[in-house]
């Protein structure tokens, strides 16, 4: 009977320590998948921030490109006006030309794997656009006075 009782106390031990191993296994394995999940979503959203700053790069690209044809058309324009205003006009063009390819150069030279940095550099571009876009108006204002 003693002996029954030690085989049987054995043998659960023998279980436990098995359930045991197989529960530490099974604790690997279920933080190994969980790795490769999450390195996939990593991954994911890093494709994803790749595309919008290229997106975005592309938009403003066109937007530069525009402006380049303003300043050309700005170039053509013929205005019958004294010779200091068409020099003062041309410095400003020359000014426009300037600062749309400072922009180019940003938007082009952008490097970050930062979504906050991205979205900062973002807000300041689009500022500068806009103030650009501004500048590109009132010269047209200022010809007509």
């Given at each position: 009977?003693?002996?029954?009782?030690?085989?049987?106390?054995?043998?659960?031990?023998?279980?436990?320590?098995a359930?045991?191993?197989e529960?530490?296994?099974?604790?690997?394995?279920?933080?190994?998948?969980?790795?490769?999940?999450?390195?996939?979503?990593?991954?994911?959203?890093?494709?994803?921030?790749?595309?919008?700053?290229?997106?975005?790069?592309?938009?403003?690209?066109?937007?530069?490109d525009?402006?380049?044809?303003?300043?050309?058309?700005?170039?053509?324009?013929?205005?019958?006006?004294?010779?200091?205003?068409?020099?003062?006009?041309?410095?400003?063009?020359?000014?426009?030309?300037?600062?749309?390819?400072?922009?180019?150069?940003?938007?082009?030279?952008?490097?970050?794997?930062?979504?906050?940095?991205?979205?900062?550099?973002?807000?300041?571009?689009?500022?500068?656009?806009?103030?650009?876009?501004?500048?590109?108006?009132?010269?047209?204002?200022?010809?007509?006075?």
């Amino acid at each position: 009977m003693k002996r029954r009782i030690i085989r049987l106390g054995l043998s659960l031990l023998v279980i436990i320590l098995a359930s045991c191993t197989e529960t530490k296994s099974e604790k690997v394995n279920e933080a190994a998948e969980d790795v490769r999940d999450a390195q996939e979503e990593l991954d994911q959203a890093q494709r994803e921030y790749a595309e919008e700053v290229e997106n975005y790069r592309q938009s403003m690209q066109t937007d530069i490109d525009n402006n380049k044809e303003e300043i050309a058309r700005l170039r053509e324009q013929r205005i019958n006006d004294r010779a200091e205003a068409i020099r003062r006009r041309n410095e400003r063009i020359d000014e426009l030309q300037k600062r749309n390819e400072e922009m180019e150069a940003r938007i082009r030279d952008y490097k970050s794997n930062n979504r906050e940095n991205w979205q900062e550099f973002k807000r300041e571009f689009n500022n500068d656009m806009d103030e650009l876009g501004k500048a590109f108006r009132d010269l047209g204002k200022d010809n007509v006075k």
